[in-house]
């Protein structure tokens, strides 16, 4: 894997994680996670604007990153939402081949069950699952 392709899933796992547990962070920390992974901000501009060190930054970034990584290992979130997704991918497929045995009623049915169950999940998994 390519160091590019290595640094992309770095920014969306950084990511993921920030809208799962970003609100446990100080509001320092979620400052600086927001200007280096969302804003794409580097170490110096973040020192800069903040009137701290560039290793100051450095090592916020790194202490941010441990808490979310441990985080994530405690309760699962973003494991628990990667899994929802798949699931509802297997279960719309499943659902586009037998769509067509069921009687209209049926079809209507369970469209109106799966749409609450979409709406149910995107709350949970933040909106990346495809309906």
């Known amino acids: 894997m390519s160091s590019s392709t290595d640094n992309m899933d770095e920014v969306t796992r950084m990511g993921d994680l920030y809208d799962f547990y970003g609100a446990l962070l100080t509001v320092r ?68 081949h037998v769509k067509q045995e069921l009687a209209s009623s049926s079809q209507v049915a369970m469209a109106e069950a799966l749409q609450l169950l979409f709406q149910k999940l995107t709350g949970f998994t933040g909106g990346d699952v495809d309906a």
């Open 29 to 96: 920390q979620r400052q600086i996670i927001e200007m280096y992974h969302l804003e794409d901000w580097s170490l110096s501009e973040i020192a800069e604007s903040l009137e701290i060190s560039r290793q100051a930054v450095h090592d916020q970034l790194r202490r941010a990153g441990e808490q979310l990584e441990q985080y994530e290992s405690a309760l699962q979130l973003r494991a628990a939402a990667r899994g929802q997704r798949e699931a509802w991918s297997h279960l719309m497929s499943v659902w586009t």
